[in-house]
Nanobody
Framework: QVQLVESGGGLVQAGGSLRLSCAAS????????MGWYRQPPGKERELVAV???????SYVDSVKGRFSISRDNAANTVYLQMNSLKPEDTAVYYC?????????WGQGTQVTVSS
């Protein structure tokens, strides 16, 4: 069982930056996929970015060029660097870890971008 704890959310003005962290209670090196999801108010949860164990990354079109996902296996942490934030980025951001049939979610961290 692995626990994921997100941090780094908060209130920021449009155009600002935040870095989210997802700290795992155990090793993340065996997780093939680590990802960040978000759920805007009144909407469905959506995938934002993923990073595979080999370092491949993928992003939803709306954040390409602004967000960057990275993982530090030694620190058991995944990061999401968010730049040029927009009000439409406002959401609860969740971290997810997946390998084979195992899947874990964090509790989420709120990101609010004011215009």
């Amino acid at each position: 069982q692995v626990q994921l704890v997100e941090s780094g959310g908060g209130l920021v003005q449009a155009g600002g930056s935040l870095r989210l962290s997802c700290a795992a209670s155990g090793s993340i090196s065996t997780f093939t996929v680590m990802g960040w999801y978000r759920q805007p108010p009144g909407k469905e949860r959506e995938l934002v970015a993923v990073i595979l164990s080999g370092g491949y990354t993928s992003y939803v079109d709306s954040v390409k060029g602004r967000f960057s996902i990275s993982r530090d296996n030694a620190a058991n942490t995944v990061y999401l660097q968010m730049n040029s934030l927009k009000p439409e980025d406002t959401a609860v951001y969740y971290c997810k870890a997946k390998k084979l049939l195992e899947e874990y979610w964090g509790q989420g961290t709120q990101v609010t971008v004011s215009s």
